[in-house]
């Protein structure tokens, strides 16, 4: 079935370094969602990608959607403490009702 | 406006019981998806309604359930419960029923013991 892979699993970094973490879908998808999720709460919506080759930014974070619209990838650019969770991906293929949402990110900032 | 509403937010039941969990959508909100999230895991799909009718299922026993009501709210059901069905049971609503954003609820933290 398909399926949906992020790397890495795991991420430390330090205060004011990058992160990226990117997602790969074994299918093709129509759209991409990107969630983060803190500990102990619920995802929550960061962004969707809907066209092949398409970048978004939001203040240090962009996502990527690849053109063959099978990957795609989150950049945070001067990671802060409050960025700490796990990022998910989550893709949805057409014609269906579900998404199928990534292994997850965990990223950890130490200040 | 409420965001996505659910209820309860934990609760603890035993091997063999039954649970019912319950969601209201986001108001003018139609369809209702429903994920169980295992502790490290990403959320895997239980099922999606759209106009009170089941629109998806994912690969889950038959002992889950669900139903969305006319007020589009809904309930996931879970019939002889397993230790393996604890979980963070999370709904989350949708203006529409195709690719469209979805806003996930807090969630249900459901122990089996």
């Known amino acids: 079935g398909q399926q949906v892979m992020q790397i890495p699993q795991y991420q430390h970094v330090q205060e004011g370094e990058d992160f990226t973490t990117y997602c790969n879908s074994s299918?093709?998808?129509?759209?991409i969602q990107w969630y983060k999720q803190r500990p102990g709460g619920h995802p929550v919506f960061l962004i969707q990608l809907v066209k092949s080759g398409e970048v978004k930014k939001q203040k240090r974070l962009t996502f990527q959607f690849g053109e063959a619209k099978k990957n795609s990838s989150l950049h945070i650019t001067a990671t802060q403490t409050t960025d700490v969770g796990t990022y998910f991906c989550a893709g949805i293929t057409s014609g269906t009702y579900k998404y199928i949402f990534g292994t997850g990110t965990r990223l950890k900032v130490l200040a | 406006d409420a965001g996505v509403t659910q209820s309860p937010t934990h609760l603890i039941k035993t091997r063999g019981q039954h649970v019912t969990l319950r969601c209201s959508p986001i108001s003018g909100h139609k369809s209702v998806s429903w994920y169980q999230q295992v502790l490290g895991q990403g959320p895997q799909f239980i099922f999606q309604y759209y106009e009170k009718e089941e629109r998806g299922r994912g690969n889950f026993p038959d002992r889950f359930s669900a139903r969305q009501f006319p007020n589009y709210s809904s309930e996931l059901n879970v019939n002889a419960l397993l230790l393996g069905d604890s979980a963070l049971y999370l709904c989350?609503?949708?203006?529409?029923?195709?690719?469209?954003?979805?806003?996930f609820g807090e969630g249900s933290w459901l122990t089996v013991v």
């Open positions: 299918t093709t998808l129509s759209n």
């Open positions: 989350a609503s949708s203006p529409g029923d195709l690719g469209n954003t979805i806003y």
